[in-house]
C-alpha cells in the first residue's frame, strides 16, 4: 500500500491511496479522512485501504493524476518525532564537529533526540532559515511510522509496530549545534522543521527491499544537480529499526503515528567530493567536510545557502524513485 497526504486547507490534509506507479490517486476520505486517522485504528481499515488501493491499479478506478508538489508531508504534525543514530558511520566522521564530544559515541545504546513534530515539511516545501551564515546541512535518512508500542517492548514488538516506511531530510543549522549541546538539554534550535517525500509505503509493499527491519535501496543526494551521495540504507547499520524503537520505548509507551528516524545515511568509505558516477559519497555536507579536512587539511564543501536545491530520493534497480523526491529549494525568512 501507499499513500500520500494532499493539502486540502486543513492542517492535517486529506489522506490519499497512490497508485503502484506512482501515477495516479484516489480520496480514501470514506475510510480514513488523514493518515492519523488511519493509524489509529490500523487493524480494523487496512483491508479496505488495501482493496481500494487493489482496485485503483486494476483500473476498476479511474483515480486522478497524483502531482508530488501537492503532498504535505505524509503526517504534516505528528504526536512524536524521534530521530536516533542507527549509523556509527555518521557519529565517527562528525565528532570532531565543535561541540559534539567523544562520550556521545555510543555502541551499545543508540543515541535519540526528540524532534519538533507540529509542522513537518512536505516534500517540495522550501527549507527556510531565519538568517544566513547558519551553516545550513541536509541529513538523508530513512523514517517509519508506528502503531502503538508498549513500554519496555521486545524486539519482536517493536518491528510489529512498524506500519510504514519512507525517507526524510533532517535538516540542521550546524553553527547551532554547539550552543544547543552545552545547554545540556540536546538539539532544539539547531533542528528546524525535518522534511518528508511525499510517499509512505507498507514494508511488504517495497518489492523486497524492506529486509532485515531495514531499507535496502540507495538514497541519492544532489544539490543543485551535483551528486554530493547515494550510500545504501541498508548497509553499515548499526542500530536497527526495532533497535532504535525498544530505546525509544525504554521509560514510556509510544503512540500510533510516532516517526523514527534512522539517523544520516553512512556507508564506510574513504572518498571525498566530488564523487564519482558509482561513488557511496555523503548523506550530509558535515561528512563531507570532515573528509575534506583529514584529506586536505581543510573543508572545501560550502554549506547551503539561498537558492541551492536539494533533491534526496531512494532509488531503485530501475533508477525510479521509490518514495517520490525531496525536493527543496532554501529560502531566507522574509518578514
Not at 541498508?234 to 529499526?241: A, L, M, Q, S, T
Amino acid at each position: 500500500m501507499k499513500f500520500a497526504t494532499l493539502r486540502n486547507g486543513r492542517p492535517d490534509g486529506q489522506l490519499v491511496v497512490v497508485s503502484s506507479d506512482l501515477q495516479r490517486y484516489v480520496s480514501a476520505g470514506r475510510i480514513a479522512p488523514t493518515l492519523q486517522a488511519a493509524l489509529d485504528d490500523w487493524a480494523a481499515l487496512l483491508p479496505a485501504l488495501s482493496a481500494l488501493g487493489a482496485n485503483l491499479d486494476a483500473g476498476a478506478i479511474a483515480g486522478q493524476p497524483f502531482d508530488a508538489a501537492l503532498a504535505m508531508a505524509p503526517l504534516p504534525r505528528a504526536f512524536q518525532w524521534i530521530d536516533g543514530a542507527g549509523y556509527m558511520g555518521h557519529l565517527e566522521r562528525v565528532r570532531s564537529l565543535q561541540g559534539s564530544i567523544d562520550a556521545e559515541l555510543q555502541s551499545t545504546r543508540p543515541l535519540l533526540y526528540q524532534g519538533g513534530s507540529d509542522q513537518l515539511s512536505g516534500a517540495n516545501d522550501p527549507m527556510i532559515v531565519p538568517e544566513d551564515g547558519l551553516a545550513l546541512d541536509f541529513e538523508a535518512e530513512v523514517a517509519v511510522i508506528l502503531g502503538p508500542v508498549p513500554m519496555r517492548p521486545t524486539v519482536a514488538e517493536a518491528a510489529a509496530a512498524i506500519r510504514l516506511v519512507t525517507i526524510c531530510n533532517d535538516v540542521s543549522l550546524r553553527r547551532l549545534v554547539a550552543d544547543d549541546l552545552k545547554n545540556g538539554f540536546g538539539f532544539f534550535h539547531a533542528k528546524p522543521a525535518t522534511a518528508f517525500a511525499p510517499i509512505v509505503i507498507t514494508a511488504d509493499a517495497l518489492d523486497g527491499a524492506w529486509r532485515g527491519n531495514r531499507l535496502h535501496l540507495p538514497v541519492r543526494i544532489s544539490v543543485n544537480d551535483t551528486l554530493y551521495g547515494q550510500p545504501n540504507a541498508g548497509v553499515d547499520v548499526h542500530f536497527d529499526f526495532p533497535a532504535l524503537i525498544v530505546e525509544a520505548a525504554r521509560t514510556r509507551s509510544l503512540a500510533a503515528g510516532t516517526i523514527i528516524g534512522s539517523g544520516t545515511i553512512a556507508n564506510h568509505h574513504d572518498e571525498s567530493l566530488p564523487i564519482k558516477r558509482d561513488g557511496i559519497g555523503f548523506a550530509c555536507i558535515a561528512e563531507a567536510r570532515t573528509a575534506e579536512k583529514i584529506k586536505f587539511g581543510r573543508a572545501r564543501t560550502p554549506f547551503l545557502k539561498p537558492g541551492d536545491v536539494v533533491r534526496i530520493g531512494a532509488m531503485n534497480s530501475d533508477g525510479q524513485s521509490v518514495f517520490g523526491d525531496i525536493n527543496q529549494t532554501v529560502m531566507l525568512l522574509k518578514r
